[in-house]
Structure formats: C-alpha cells, structure tokens
Nanobody, 117 residues
Framework: QVQFVESGGGLVQPGGSLRLSCAASGFTLRYYAIGWFRQAPGKERELVARILVNGRTEYLDSVQGRFSISRNNAKRTTTLQMNTLKPEDTAIYYC???????????WGQGTQVTVSS
C-alpha cells in the first residue's frame, strides 16, 4: 500500500521553529523529486521548497534562509525545517513526491502550521 504520511506541525509563536516530516512506504523515494507546498485560507497552494533526485534544492523567495528541506533516501523520509517563523507562514503544509520520468505523484495528508502569539 502506497502511503506518504506527514508528521509535525502545530502552533508556534512568531520567531519559533517547527519541523515537518513525511515518511514514504510502498514506493522508492530515491527516484522521486520531493516538494513541500502550503495553502493558506483563501489562497492558492504554493510550492515552498523542493529537493530533486540529485539533491539540488530550491526555495520560495519568502522562505529562503529560514526553511531547509532535506531527504534521507535510506529511511525514505523528507524533512522541512522551518525557523524564524512568521504569521504569514500559517497554512496547511503538504509534502509531495513526483517520480523522475513517469510523473507518478503522491501527496501527504497535510498538516496545519499556525504561527501566532
């Protein structure tokens, strides 16, 4: 059974940190590009960070220097470390994996991140 299960998220004060993780089962994560997306109320889903099969990373300008994406192919996991969080980072965060070549993709179930004092 294919699963891409998220963990982490929650409520944090401005300036705080959170770590989100996704664990893959039923597919070989090393062959997939990984992305973390977020969707705030009333807004479109946007790509926050991604890490390609070769390890190259890309970030949304507004999170550059604050967020860090990583992958552990042996453990089939990906992590999004979020530091210096701001209220505008509040959203539901989703992990995504897209197969290099075939385009097969999987989504995590989403996790709420709320940044508020």
């Amino acid at each position: 059974q294919v699963q891409f299960v998220e963990s982490g998220g929650g409520l944090v004060q401005p300036g705080g940190s959170l770590r989100l993780s996704c664990a893959a089962s039923g597919f070989t994560l090393r062959y997939y590009a990984i992305g973390w997306f977020r969707q705030a109320p009333g807004k479109e889903r946007e790509l926050v960070a991604r890490i390609l099969v070769n390890g190259r990373t890309e970030y949304l300008d507004s999170v550059q220097g604050r967020f860090s994406i990583s992958r552990n192919n042996a453990k089939r996991t990906t992590t999004l470390q979020m530091n210096t969080l701001k209220p505008e980072d509040t959203a539901i965060y989703y992990c995504n994996a897209v197969a290099h070549g075939s385009g097969q993709y999987y989504w995590g179930q989403g996790t709420q991140v709320t940044v508020s004092s």
